[in-house]
């Protein structure tokens, strides 16, 4: 019996400003990492299928929520970070730890989608801040770089979905 999954992921206009395209694709993207992860059990959703054992479905949601806290509200938005990798731990921002399940990543993952779009939302796309020493780049630059960030996660639980249990799709 094939799962009918509901396609939550608001429409991508085809005309707008460049705002209004760059956060619909952004948007579009962070709800297919929703949709991919519909209807997965905990387990499933920690399960490793691909050479990585940090590349589950978890793990991708939990990564991908810090992605956009770092982004967002470290680079653009100048505040404290609170992401859990550090240089002996790297990869603890893709770990699952005990007691985490995929419902709340995926809240977490929410909550923080919702503090980037409300910190962008106040800024001037040609708005610049200083990263990584003396690097130059604007939120223009951050919202592409997380379409392709969330793109690339995206393609990557397509593939996991896909060895779980076949479900593909869009």
């Given amino acids: 019996m094939t799962e009918t999954r509901v396609d939550t992921r608001p429409p991508v206009p085809y005309t707008g400003d460049e705002r209004t395209l760059l956060c619909a694709f952004l948007d579009y993207l962070r709800g297919t990492i929703e949709v991919k992860c519909a209807g997965l059990s905990d387990e499933a959703a920690s399960r490793s299928v691909l050479p990585s054992q940090l590349t589950t479905a978890a793990g991708v949601v939990k990564h991908l929520r810090w992605v956009e806290h770092y ?100």
């Avoid at 470290?74 to 790297?90: A, F, I, K, N, Q």
């Avoid at 919702?114 to 106040?122: D, K, M, Q």
């Fill in 71 to 170: 982004w967002f509200e470290v680079v653009l938005g100048g505040r404290p970070s609170r992401v859990p990798y550090t240089r002996e731990d790297p990869d603890a921002d893709w770990r699952v730890e005990p007691g985490e399940t995929i419902s709340g990543l995926l809240a977490d993952y929410a909550a923080q989608c919702t503090a980037s779009r409300e910190l962008v939302a106040g800024l001037d796309l040609d708005h610049e801040v200083v990263s990584r020493g003396d690097t130059r780049l604007s939120a223009r630059w951050v919202l592409i770089h997380l379409i392709e960030e969330t793109g690339r996660h995206a393609g990557h639980l397509d593939a996991v979905r896909e060895l779980l249990d076949g479900v593909t799709g869009e």
